[in-house]
């Protein structure tokens, strides 16, 4: 509030903004749009496209300048009359030059661009109306295009030489790999090919390049961007959250691109979340269920994987076998919401845990205390930030540049416990802490003004989380898998006397347990998978799949809705991106739910009946459950069929509590 | 007429081995230093303000209001940075001036440096000149072996260090911002301004940048007192300077004037044009300058007299063109100057001092188009006014300044080279008197 204003008139209109405002930025404030090339809000002003001019008759001191100006440099005056070329012939005129003289060297070649169509050349181009060159001359040439890393090719004869690219590699992220080079006419992005441009946010310049000139070895000559379908969503890569576009056609997803959330990742991504296109290659996708028969996964049909899997999880009729729920961190909150009721409700479990990796009872306990407590923004006006066993620019890249950001523009110190000396750290200007986590720590004397970012491998040293706790410093805790902490919020974590990842496996080692698992990573619990029942809700095929006994497809992240919740605790919405014909696991559990009902329903028939239900022509399957009978793999939930109940052989050794611990 | 000339700063040029220490003290080298050393810096700016002294780099700003800008609360140290990168064609006074009398130059960075609290200098010579370079480098291992430079210079408890940097050949690093980046080790190309480096400048410090004539006009002035600076020159162009003369004259040089000194004068000095020839055009003040014809000579060539002439005093840089020159060769070589100058930082100049490179080379070769003229005028009228820096102001002034003296000969171009117009071979130096 307390933000000075100044007042000047842009086209006629007075317009208020805050002191120091651009001429553009205000005039986008009243809806003017100036064309520009070389600036970008996310970016230093440079001034040098010089698209941007508009003329300024009064710069607030009753004199005005006698040739337009740039636009994007000049902050605005008390006073300051300023005409764009909606009502300036001059200023008009001016823009119509330099865009005359932009295209001289331009090749043209729209129709094999990748821009084309969303191209801000083409646009303005078309609005300075001079549409006819008066260029007869010789073009300027390149080879085309060159690769600038494995992921980029630069094509130098389309570069307008705006230095937006060059301007965000070091000023955006610290990985000045490419630069401008040379000069006068033969000015152009240099790159080196014995370094070549591999930063982790490189892709970012093909987003922020106002021409074909940086295009994506992935997406290029993949679809024209009218022919793309938009959805706006949330990555689900890490625990940053970024707010991501996805561009499919005819049902395949052909690029990702860095959605805006000024509050989260502002314009950036990271290429992880850029480049992977989907979640589960289609051809590791697993997509009909199956069912381990012989030591070997066979297809089968809903019903009768979905009886196999209420079989062994509930313990046959009347059965309540005990399991063991690891849903792991890559689920949106509904789906992790879903398991967590499905553990307690219907398997009456408290041992769950999204958590596949080495754990603690200290973490498990400093987990419990988690709760919302610093933002992307403090982290820009903290006095200092100390990332202990957390790595921002691997763990979670825009954490990375917030910090990066606050670094080089501002005050912020960076410390680093249990990191190891690399460019990381040489970036961030970061002091790298020696010593135990705990001592050091305590040496460090943190204020409130201070905040400490705790990775997950922060478990494996005894006394940090603890430590970490009791200081006055905030914290946060910044996991490694996009639905970790809606995992969490979910409840997918024992609340009370339930097992964590490692009793479960412990258990399932010793037989004692049957397992429910998402697709989760191995990690060391082949032995367990072997000897424990298991059913897994699984989408690819090299996974936890090849251990599983049942196993049941589900939809990708890409293919529903729900909420990815960010190591901010902040909710990000996922949107389906592309159609898919598979249930989500909150739908599996559904059916599994109803089946294993069904199960227990049963109990309170008799046997007879049953038989008589099987032998009888009227026999209608909705009367005695709800369900219909499909014979495919159904859209809807999915019923026992009457011959399931008939094999409990389905079931292996490890069910043996079956019928032994029946509840009510 | 030679008894026009002040030689001042050239007036040890022609001595034996002038650029010694030894010789320039013989000069009263070193006296105003003196004198400055003994005053506060505040007395000695006011002095340098009196004399009413203007930049001689081109723009003639007030060099003293400039010192003056240098806000002495920032904590920052402040720099004092000479630009030597002299590469305007046409201008040769600051390398002869290094070449024979670094000293003046230095004497007046100890001044200048004293009078802005300013403890480490710079000189940036243009990259194409090594021996400059090095003349200049043995001069200030003189000095400081001298105790002119280093701690405690000459018992006063000032301490000023200097360090002499060479570019690496690049026009557009005569532009003041540029030459900062440059020197500071990236590439040089201008700034944004604001801030101006009277604020943030080296280093983000408050720097002061001045040109090789203006620093060394000023032991002078401390010798021998403002009034006797300003009572030459005119009424708001004071003292003296360097103007080169180059080109079709008799005995081309440097001839140390006072301001508002006629071309016609000057021309009479270096004993007019080369023998059987007349003028046809000249340059004030190198080629960024636009040109002026015979019916110019008589105008006081002054900052103020040249803007009244519509163009500019610029560096003094008299490039002089008899009857046998084309003014479409001459103009496409400037043209050529220009775009392998331009940076390339911004698109009026980087793509359009190429295109007029490209029409002009049509016109001298006899195939330029119907139009091409106008087309020429309005391709210079998208880049004028509209550019990053100056330096396309200069790339254009050239070629619409030619337009508007000898258009018909542009025109020309439409069907006839320039070459079988203008002979090329008769305007060479070796093609003698004969017309
Ligand atoms: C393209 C360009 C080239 C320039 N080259 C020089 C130069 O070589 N030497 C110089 O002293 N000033 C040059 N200038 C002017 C400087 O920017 C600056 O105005 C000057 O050094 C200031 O010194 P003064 O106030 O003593 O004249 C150039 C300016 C431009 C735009
Ligand atoms: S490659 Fe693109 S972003 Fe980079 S300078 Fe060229 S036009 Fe600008
Ligand atoms: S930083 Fe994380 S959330 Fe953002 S794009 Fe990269 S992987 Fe996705
Ligand atoms: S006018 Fe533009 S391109 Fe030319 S030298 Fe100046 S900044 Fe560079
Ligand atoms: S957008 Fe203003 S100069 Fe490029």
Redesign the interface.
Known sequence: MSEELVTLTIDDREVSVPKGTTIIRAAESIGVYIPRFCDHPGLA???????C?VEIPDAGNGRGF???QASC?MTVAPGMIVKTQMTSAKAKA?QA??M???L??HPLDCPICDKAGECPLQNQALLAERVES?????K?RYEKPVPISSQLLLDRERC??CARCTRFAEEIVGDPFIS????????QVGFSGEQPFESIFAGNVVQICPVGALTSVQYRFNARPFDLVSVDTTCEQCAAGCALRTDSRHGTIRRRLAGVNPEVNGEWSCDKGRFTLASVPAEQRITTPQIRENGTLRPASWPEALSAAADGLAGGYGGDAKVGVLTGGNLTKENAAAYASFAREVLHTDSIDFRTRQVSDEETAFLRQQAPQVTYADLETAARVVCVDFDPEVDAPIVFLRLFKAVTKGKLQVLALGAQPGRTWEKLRAELVSGTPKQALKELDLTVDDIILVGERAAATPGTLDTISFLRAKWAWIPSHAGDIGALEAGCLPQADGLTVNGILNAAMDGEIALLTDDIELFAAEGALAKAFTVSLANHKEGIATAADVVLPTALVEEQAGTLVNWEHRAGVVNPAIPGTLPTAAEVLARLQAVIEAYRAYTREDDADFEDYEDDDDYEADEVSGFERPEEPPAAAAPPTAAAPSEPEASDAETTSEGEEVPA | MTELLTPILSANWGVDKSWTLKSYLSFDGFEGAKKALKLKPEEVLEIVKESGLRGRGGAGFPTGTKWSFVPQDNPNPKYLVVNADESEPGTCKDMPLLLASPHTLLEGIVIASYAIHCHTAFVYVRGEVAHVARRLQAAVAELYAAGWLGKDIQGSGFDLDVVVHSGAGAYICGEETALLDSLEGKRGQPRLRPPFPAVAGLYASPTVINNVESISSVPCILRNGAEWFSAMGTEKSKGFTIYSLSGHVAKPGQYEAPLGTTFAQLLECAGGMRAGHELKFFTPGGSSTPILTPADVDIPMDYEGMVGAGTMLGTKALQVFDETTSIVRTTLRWSEFYAHESCGKCTPCREGTGWLVQLLKRLEAGQGHEGDVDKLLSVCDDINGLSFCALAGGAVACVTSAVKHFREEFELGYTTPAWEAFPYELSTAWAGGAK
């Open positions: 002003p440079r001034g040098s496209c010089r698209q001019l006698p040739a337009p440099t001016a030059g330099i005359e003289l932009l001289i060297n008066r260029f007869d001359g010789v300027r307008v030489l401008l080079c040379e000069r006068g006419t033969h000015q």
